[in-house]
């Protein structure tokens, strides 16, 4: 079957996740074999369109990278449209390079696949007059109007694996384990591993929490004789005065802090109840390694779908996934915005029916 679409670049950007490669992988394919579509890899994410550091993907290319973790193409977290400076050797403003590089490769399209920053860029671009399609991919949930993201099935099975196995030791030396988990200003991972690892406390970014309140939760579990507690904490999280103060400042406390939020909850739970506190940081093992089949499975139908939104001409749309169906999402709805967990969520309500306390 034939298209419009000749040609189009694919370029990965943003933080990797599992599943990237599967997706690389369905968009070439599907688009080199149901629609004869020539596929131009970018490296590096956007500054690899600024740089023209570009080549032609060929099957080879795509072969055998299924089941690997990472991407093939590279990435950054270069953002074309914020506070952009002209390149010194050619004068040129980011924006024009793109422009530039997508005209110099005949590049009738372009696809690019990442979370919240990298589909507000590619919106950004779609107003720029280029015809661009997105797909949603990160391990923190966090995309609006997809039912869910590719990585993060992947992330949510490390994590769980890993508050599993602290488990026993949390049982063994009768101590407080504080995991903290990723996700900026969204809980879902730290939510949904928190209730699949059977954590007594999860904090989320969209619940402040009060230490005392946690400390009391704590207390009587000891009090009821379990020796230790697991408490899971997003990185994001704060505390109810932290949750008073505007942006600025919360940031600009955050970067005086010496280590992460699940050292300074360990360190608040020890002087409020005594206990030992030890902390896990989990970081980027949630990110890493082979993506779960339920993420294979998740990023080649974004990707598939993506070669036939690009046959289709359905450009300027986000590839996503509502009520099981793949259905396209204008990016300038996407873009700039994050989906918090509602309060009212059925997993929040799933949690205080078991006991679990957030710290309110």
């Known amino acids: 079957m034939s298209s419009g679409v000749k040609k189009f670049g ?120 280029l015809n661009v399609i997105g797909l949603p991919k990160t391990i923190d949930n966090d995309i609006v109007k997809t039912d869910i993201t590719f990585g993060f099935h992947t992330a949510l099975d490390v994590a769980t694996e890993a508050v599993d196995r602290i488990h026993t030791t949390a049982h063994s030396h009768s101590r407080i384990m504080v995991i903290e988990v990723m996700g900026h200003k969204a809980g879902w991972l730290s939510l949904y591993s928190g209730i699949a690892g059977g954590a007594d406390v999860i904090l989320l970014p969209e619940i402040p929490y009060d230490i005392d309140s946690v400390a009391n939760c704590i207390m009587k579990r000891r009090d009821a004789g379990k020796e230790f507690s697991i408490v899971v904490v997003a990185e994001g999280s704060l505390s109810k005065d932290e949750a008073l103060l505007q942006k600025k400042e919360l940031k600009k406390r955050r970067k ?13 739970l020890e002087e409020a109840t005594g206990l030992v506190s030890r902390v896990t940081v989990l970081g980027y093992l949630q990110r890493g390694g082979t993506p779960s089949s339920y993420d ?43 989906k918090n967990i509602p309060l009212d969520h059925e997993m929040i309500a799933a949690g205080r029916g078991l006991g679990t306390c957030f710290g309110d």
């Open 10 to 129: 694919i370029l990965t950007s943003g933080g990797d996740a599992p599943g990237l490669n599967c997706a690389i992988r369905a968009v070439c394919r599907t688009a080199m074999i149901q629609y004869g579509m020539e596929p131009i890899g970018i490296k590096n994410g956007y500054r690899g369109l600024v740089e023209n550091n570009c080549f032609p993907i060929t099957g080879d290319d795509i072969s055998g990278i299924l089941t690997r973790g990472g991407t093939i193409l590279g990435t950054s977290r270069d953002k074309p449209f914020k506070n952009p400076e002209p390149d010194p050797s050619t004068g040129l403003l980011p924006v024009e390079a793109i422009k530039k590089t997508y005209k110099e490769w005949n590049m009738d399209a372009l696809v690019c696949i990442g979370g919240n920053g990298t589909n507000t860029t590619a919106s950004l671009l779609a107003q720029e007059g």
């Open 256 to 268: 005086l802090m010496p280590y992460s939020i699940a050292y300074r909850v360990a360190h608040e």
């Open 296 to 338: 294979r499975v998740l990023s080649s139908q974004f990707g598939s779908q993506a070669a036939h939104f690009l046959a289709q001409e359905k450009f300027g749309n986000l590839v996503a996934l509502q009520n099981n169906k793949i259905v396209p999402v204008p990016l300038i709805e996407v873009a700039g915005q994050v």
